[in-house]
């Protein structure tokens, strides 16, 4: 079971950045990605990361603006977010769990969120 932290979300605007940590996952895992989900709208992914391989996934949409990173002695997983826009306004989330070239395959748990907003 994941005991997820997620930092780093705060208010912006448009065209800044932002950098989001999330700890706490289980050696267990061996994936940590991110989702997002904005008022209204269903949770969508974002970003994933495979731990043991670092292969990295984005959604489209963030795809050259958003970086997944780790840390491994911090046991920490980093979401850079630049080139901000409202569009981005969410709250994010992050999970661990279990996955195969960063697809997903057994989901560990999510934290409890950390809004981001970006205003124009």
């Known amino acids: 079971q994941a005991d997820l932290a997620e930092s780093g979300g705060g208010s912006v605007q448009a065209g800044g950045s932002l950098r989001l940590s999330c700890a706490g996952y289980?050696?267990?895992?061996?994936?940590v990605g991110w989702f997002r989900q904005a008022p209204g709208k269903e949770r969508e992914g974002v970003a994933t990361?495979?731990?043991?391989?670092?292969?990295?996934y984005y959604d489209g949409s963030v795809k050259g603006r958003f970086t997944i990173s780790q840390d491994n002695a911090k046991k920490t997983v980093f979401l850079q977010m630049n080139s901000l826009s409202s569009d981005d306004t969410a709250m994010y989330y992050c999970a661990a769990g279990d996955c195969y070239a960063a697809t997903w395959l057994k989901f560990h748990g999510y934290g409890q969120g950390t809004q981001v907003t970006v205003s124009s």
């Open positions: 289980a050696y267990s895992s061996n994936c």
């Open positions: 990361i495979d731990l043991s391989t670092s292969t990295t």
